[in-house]
């Protein structure tokens, strides 16, 4: 989920918007001025029922926000970068950048949450009760209940117990516990969250018949999100316990054709172009350190007459600090843009200053594709004295790193 446009920073977290927020804005302001309003405060006027649903629509956000908060604050007392927050259609995501390091920690981060939405119910039904006995305005009471009513809603839904709903991390965090294996617990979460998905789907279809066309709409739409991200995570997750402990060493294709930056475009094309499989190459400087990517695209565009005194080095694109990466790195613990290697992407693994082997998708998808046949990628003839590291998946301590995974809520 990627914000249209950032409000700020609370406490470092950067609060990001999805213009689809808009939506759930506009529904709130209508459910409570047209539908709950006229008939609780008859009296109020109809000016006074949309300024009051865009005030509850206001603070409706606002208490989504609280939520998301208190999962984003637990994160980071256990360490987890957690920097960013998104309210979107239904609801909002946190994204925790790491997984929670402990059961105990995968509890209090996605407890925090719903807890939050709880007291927030209780809060703004003691302030309804308040404003009753002090005899306020009919609107600010029904407003308040309102409130009361939504968070206490939210909190209760949002602790059914599949992933990626918090008590679907709830669960995950209670069979982590007991087996010790995160990746399986994950696995287990997901598909309840899948069934949920459905039964909620099935839910809001009956209630389409019945004649209930936007609750019925709505709760379809949270249980088919539901189920789109609970099969995500099942393959991701599966697919990360598969791969778990695989080095870039054991993917690469190891020692590239390089091209050196003083070459010249005709030289390059005759002495390595010609000849070599690849499309894209390193381009390394007089020491042999990658400098920048090349590819054959970027040499289409300098004209034949200059192709013989135009170097490399003022082609391709320079080498970004996340397009290098050791030959011991974990596969599975590379930052999710260079994990996913789209398009014509590489990644260089260097060592010692040197380009001793790339990455790029066919070598990834070779090792899933070894990886789902229940094998492992393993290093060439070099390190074949090393074979013991390929039998032994889902040791406890590599299981736990991977690429983005987000906590994702939806609500509302
Ligand atoms: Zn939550």
Redesign the pocket.
């Known amino acids: 989920m990627k914000p249209t446009f950032t409000l700020g920073r609370v406490a470092g977290i950067s609060i990001g918007v999805h213009w689809s927020v808009l939506v759930m804005m506009l529904l709130v302001t209508e459910i409570v001025a047209v539908a709950i309003l006229p008939v609780q405060a008859p009296s109020a006027g109809t000016a006074v029922d949309w300024v009051a649903g865009l005030l509850a629509a206001v603070t409706f956000l606002a208490s989504l926000l609280a939520?998301?908060l208190a999962?984003a604050v637990v994160a980071r007392r256990y360490g987890m970068p957690a920097d960013r927050i998104t309210l979107w259609l239904l609801g909002?995501v946190?994204e925790l950048g790491t997984n929670p390091p402990t059961p105990r920690a995968a509890f209090l981060v996605?407890g925090a949450?719903?807890a939050t939405s709880l007291v927030l119910g209780v809060v703004f039904g003691g302030l309804a009760a308040g404003a009753a006995l002090l005899s306020l305005p009919t609107v600010l009471r029904e407003v308040l209940t309102w409130l009361g009513f939504v968070n206490l809603v939210l909190g209760v839904f949002?602790l059914l117990p599949g992933a990626p709903?918090?008590g679907g991390r709830l669960l995950q965090a209670g069979l982590w516990k007991r087996s010790g294996d995160r990746a399986r617990a994950a696995v287990s979460a997901a598909r309840a969250g899948r069934f949920l998905g459905m039964t909620l789907i099935a839910l809001g279809v009956f209630q389409l018949v019945g004649g209930q066309l936007v609750s019925g709409l709505w709760l379809a739409l949270i249980g088919w999100f539901l189920v789109v991200s609970a099969l995500s995570e099942e393959s991701a997750t599966g697919l990360r316990e598969r791969l778990t402990g695989v080095r870039l060493r054991d993917v690469m294709s190891p020692e590239p054709v390089t091209a050196p930056s003083w070459w010249t475009v005709d030289t390059f094309l005759e002495r390595v172009a010609e000849r070599d499989h690849h499309r894209t190459f390193p381009v390394v400087d007089m020491e042999g350190r990658p400098v920048r990517l090349l590819s054959l695209t970027d040499l289409v565009r300098v004209p034949e007459q200059t192709r013989g005194d135009t170097r490399l080095e003022d082609l391709g694109r320079p080498l970004r600090p996340d397009g290098t990466a050791g030959p011991e790195d974990l596969l599975t613990e590379l930052p999710a843009g260079s994990w996913q290697l789209s398009g014509r992407g590489m990644l260089l693994v260097v060592e010692g200053g040197h380009v001793i082997g790339i990455v790029n998708t066919h070598d990834v998808n070779r090792a899933v594709e070894l990886a789902n046949l229940g094998h492992l990628p393993r290093t060439g003839d070099g390190a074949a004295g090393e074979p013991g590291r390929a039998g032994h998946p889902g040791q406890p301590g590599q299981g736990t790193a991977s690429p983005y995974v987000p906590?994702q809520?939806p609500?509302g």
Request: hydrophobic share 15%.
């Open positions: 939520h998301e999962h909002g946190t996605a949450g719903p949002n709903l918090d906590e809520r609500g």
